[in-house]
Structure formats: structure tokens, C-alpha cells
């Protein structure tokens, strides 16, 4: 742990309202949220430094946030990171980890521009994506969101970024 962890931002409108530049929100670890992280995070990275797969990062002002196009790139749940943190940040990592969404960016996406791609499919352990034949061109990717558990593994591994991931209620 470094030597002058910070003290818990009380300040919930300074977490929120103090990033310097618009953009989507931040993603934040498993089993935590902006609101777990203002009341108790102290921006220690013990969290950052116990992820066996390298995907946390210090984000804006000091807190965890997840990168999926870092280390391994994307998440086991191992639960490294809620053991690792000293503070009460982290609910039951028997709880449902977090709600983030899958997206996929039609625009961006390589076989609806007519060139064959089916690599985030073969990144997808629980086999959660699909691709549907189409007349006329390659077979395009859909997300079966029974089977999406979120990881992010489809992410860093596409050619185009067209995998896009965010907390579900901001992608309804
Ligand atoms: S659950 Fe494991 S892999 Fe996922 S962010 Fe935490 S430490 Fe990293
Ligand atoms: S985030 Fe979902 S679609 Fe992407 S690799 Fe993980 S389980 Fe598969």
C-alpha cells in the first residue's frame, strides 16, 4: 500500500461533478459503484495492484477505475480486488458483480462494411455471441444477453473498437 493513502472524498458533488472533461462515465471495479467509492474509497490502489489480470487502473482523481483494453483485458471475477481492499468499498462478491452493457457500434463494425471479422466471438468464453448469415455479405455479431456476463473480453480484442461497453441504465 502506498505511504499516504488519501482520506475518503465526503464530498459526493467533488466525485461526481469534478472530472475535467465530458465522456462517458467511468467503469468502476465489481461489487462497487461511484457512490461506495465517494463514501469509503481512500485512492490506497491496493485494489489496482491485487487484479491478477491488470484491467484496473487509478482513474480520475485517484479511483479505481476498470480499462478493459489494459492487461489480460477483461475480468475473471476473481474477487482479488474486493479482498484486497481494506475499506468497506466492495459489497459480497457473492453478489451479482456489476451491471454494465455490451454494445456494439454498427458503424464501426467490420462485417457490416462487408469484411469478414468474427474475432470477438472467438474471444467470447460463454459463447455469447452471435453471428447471423445475411444475404449479400458477412455474418454480423449479436449479443445474447442471457449469456453476456459482462467480462470484456470482446472489447480490447476487436480490430475496429466496436465493442462498446457501459452501466446498463445509461445504454436503456
Ligand atoms: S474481480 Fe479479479 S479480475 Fe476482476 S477486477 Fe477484480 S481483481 Fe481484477
Ligand atoms: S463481455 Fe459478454 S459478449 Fe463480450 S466476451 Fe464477455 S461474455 Fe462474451
Not at 70 to 95: H, I, L, N, R, Y
Amino acid at each position: 500500500m502506498p505511504a499516504n493513502p488519501q482520506p475518503p472524498d465526503r464530498s459526493r458533488r467533488a466525485f461526481l461533478g469534478g472530472r475535467s472533461r465530458p465522456g462517458p462515465p467511468p467503469l468502476r471495479p465489481p461489487w462497487t459503484d461511484e457512490i461506495r467509492l465517494s463514501d469509503a474509497c481512500t485512492r490506497c490502489q491496493a485494489c489496482v495492484e491485487a487484479c491478477p489480470e491488470g484491467i484496473l487502473t487509478k482513474g480520475e482523481g485517484g479511483f479505481p477505475a476498470v480499462d478493459f483494453r489494459k492487461g489480460s483485458g477483461e475480468c475473471t471475477f476473481c474477487g482479488a480486488c474486493a479482498d484486497a481492499c481494506p475499506e468497506p468499498v466492495f459489497t459480497d462478491t457473492t453478489d451479482a458483480p456489476w451491471r454494465l452493457k455490451i454494445t456494439i457500434d454498427e458503424g464501426a463494425c467490420l462485417p457490416h462494411s462487408g469484411v469478414h471479422c468474427e474475432t470477438c466471438r472467438d474471444a467470447c468464453e460463454p459463447d455469447a455471441i452471435r453471428f447471423a448469415p445475411r444475404i449479400g455479405g458477412p455474418s454480423t455479431p449479436s449479443i445474447d444477453f442471457e449469456r453476456c456476463t459482462s467480462c470484456g473480453a470482446c472489447i480490447g480484442v476487436c480490430p475496429s473498437r466496436a465493442m462498446r461497453i457501459a452501466p446498463a441504465e445509461a445504454t436503456r
